[in-house]
């Protein structure tokens, strides 16, 4: 039985055997169509969700498999007060595979010692968000061609940003990739997350200058300032808006770069850039379900 709490519970062989079974999901939807007929899925989601929680639930469905859970944790026992080690024994009497998200670092990791069937962290607070990762690499891989050699802008809130340290995590075992770490001086992404850059000597850059290295980059990954992981209010006024994407701005980009969110948005691109073929965003957001479909039947050890 396996676990994926972080990107690093799978090789890189692993991931680019998933990659291959989403895009053979995406071109031979009929041949997935009852693989999980009998088996369910639990979501334990105690913080929200729109696309992890829904692509994972539209992922069992179309696998012919069934949905429980809950998408707040008001919604469950532990509003009373309940652990999620005893959540997690009692949850996998009933489901045969769990996706957990919680605002705590590390809840994933902890259901997993304690759960008899998979658990898939679906995002643990500003830590990590492994299947967000994969997704995203299905995303470049299917729109650059390839996960090697380029250069990588990730731009926002990096300190915070679970898909932001899942990413790095994933891309720096990739030969040639570089990574453009774009935030404000407070925001900037945390020395334990730069460990595998450093050790691998992969080449990054630190800035708080966006437009300064734009037309450096081949993907530009953005991403929210994220109020709900601040201790005080003021500073997330004042950083909220560090970086707002613009026509203007892109202006200096290449042709082919691609511009990747794992959303929500708020402010931080400009929705007249969504017209633009360089925006990916909502095509990433599609992705999610094909490649969550595929680990779904790797953890279960279900064949095609
Ligand atoms: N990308 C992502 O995790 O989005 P949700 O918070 O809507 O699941």
Redesign the pocket.
Known sequence: MRHITSITDLSIAEIDELILTANDIIAHPDKYRELCRHKKLATLFYE??????LSFEAAMYELGGQVLGFSEAASSSAAKGESVADTIRTVCCYADIIAM?HPKEGAPTVAALHATVPVIN??DGGHN?PT?TL?DLLTIQAEKGRLDHMTVGLCGDLKFGR?VHSLITAMCRYPGVQFVLISPEELKVPSYVKIPLKSGNVPYTQTTDLASVMPELDVLYMTRVQRERFFNEDDYVRLKDSYILTPEKLESARPDLIILH???RVNEIAVAIDEDPRAKYFKQ?LY?KFVRMALILKLLEVHA
């Open positions: 929200p969700s729109t696309r992890t929680r998200r679906a995002g968000h967000q997704t898909t794992p959303l929500p957001a999610g």
